[in-house]
């Protein structure tokens, strides 16, 4: 694998010397061109040129539809036996009879995993910027269940109404009977399933810097040719992110699978890189996904569990609170919402929120926002990154038209 990345490079090499020479277009004007093309596309976001980034956003999704359309078309084979398939299932799920019960219990998890996937693929996908669906979601629903069982002494909560809403069964359990390891098992299919969503969102960096190999092209992408800048000046590295960013590509192109395994299972910022890096040396497939997929949702998914569940715990709560009534001067006033919202809580685990209207906490009125202001901000870098993806294609279109003028 490393004397074919060495081969390549040496090729790429080459090519650039030629270049250099004069047989092709100069390199230092080839890269002003393609920095300046950047700059251009990067000026177009809907706070500066909303009527224009509007324009290119749905003429890229048009395109974009009309690629995929093609595509089926061309794998229309496939496509009628899902089709045939989903008859199947629709006429097993309408049609009555005893097998109704265990369809309507994998239609609830079919559902349910489904929605921890998907907000696990929009947390590393990259569509525009990553949406921190762990931070949102993964995270407030591991603390309600980690603060509702050491209420209720319990994890066997009502379905329904759980897991839409929590409650304390109507027999509670023993004081003291809950562990850490009944809550990990509680929240292990959703906690999994999120994490197989961020390895599957790992996968367009590596097929990216994997096609990109093969093909002998250079994409316009930042991290791509950030990797490439990377490689060629390793020896001169010197400030902490670039050591820790060649660290990263030594460990996964010599270790290989253990590397990447290594490199997925700790909460990694630079695990981009490490998909390129597979992509780039032609790392098989599934040594590259398998590596991925066991450190995210496995190992790096039950250290987060086992972080937030030891800080949610009943006795770090109560001192985290505590503490906090113990800052000068402002102390007491901080303390007083969070006292409330989380007797405001314990109430609603025991049924005794129905009597009337409850005021809104300020805190869960905040964090709804936040949870808004950070879900609109994610529709807007979508929207952003496709107008700059169709500016993309109209500059790739300038050099060919001019040829044929």
Sequence with gaps: MAENGTDCDQRRIGIS???????????????????????????????????????????????????????????????????????????????????????????????????????????????????????????????????????????????????????????????????????????????????????????????????????????????????????EHAQAAQDFASRAKLAVQNLVQKVGFFGILACASIPNPLFDLAGITCGHFLVPFWTFFGATLIGKAIIKMHIQKLFVIITFSKHIVEQMVSLIGAVPSVGPSLQKPFREYLEAQRMKLHHKADGGPQGENWLSWTFEKLVIVMVCYFILSIINSMAQSYAKRLQQLRPSEEKTK
């Design 17 to 231: 010397k030629e270049q250099h020479n004069g047989n092709f277009t100069e390199p230092s004007s080839s890269n002003e061109q393609k920095q300046k093309e950047r700059e251009d596309r990067q000026s177009i976001v809907l706070w500066r040129k909303p009527l224009i980034t509007l324009q290119y956003f749905f003429l890229e999704a048009l395109l974009n539809l009309k690629e995929w359309t093609v595509k089926l078309w061309h794998r229309r084979s496939i496509m009628v036996s899902l089709l045939v398939l989903l008859m199947v299932l629709m006429s097993a799920y309408y049609i009555e009879g005893a097998h109704q019960q265990y369809v309507r219990y994998m239609e609830k998890k079919f559902l349910w995993c489904a929605y921890w996937v998907g907000l696990g693929i929009l947390s590393s996908v990259g569509l525009g910027t990553g949406l921190h669906t762990f931070l949102l979601y993964l995270g407030p629903h591991i603390a309600s269940v980690t603060l509702a069982a050491y209420e209720c002494n319990s994890v066997d909560f009502p379905e329904p109404p759980y897991p839409d809403q929590i409650m304390c069964p109507d027999e509670e359990g023993v004081e003291g009977s809950i562990s850490l390891w009944t809550i990990i098992s509680k929240v292990r299919l959703e906690a999994c399933m999120w994490g197989a969503g961020t390895a599957i969102g790992e996968l367009p960096p590596y097929f990216m810097a994997r096609a990109a190999r093969l093909s002998g092209a250079e994409p316009d992408d930042e991290e791509y040719q950030e990797f490439e800048e990377m490689l």
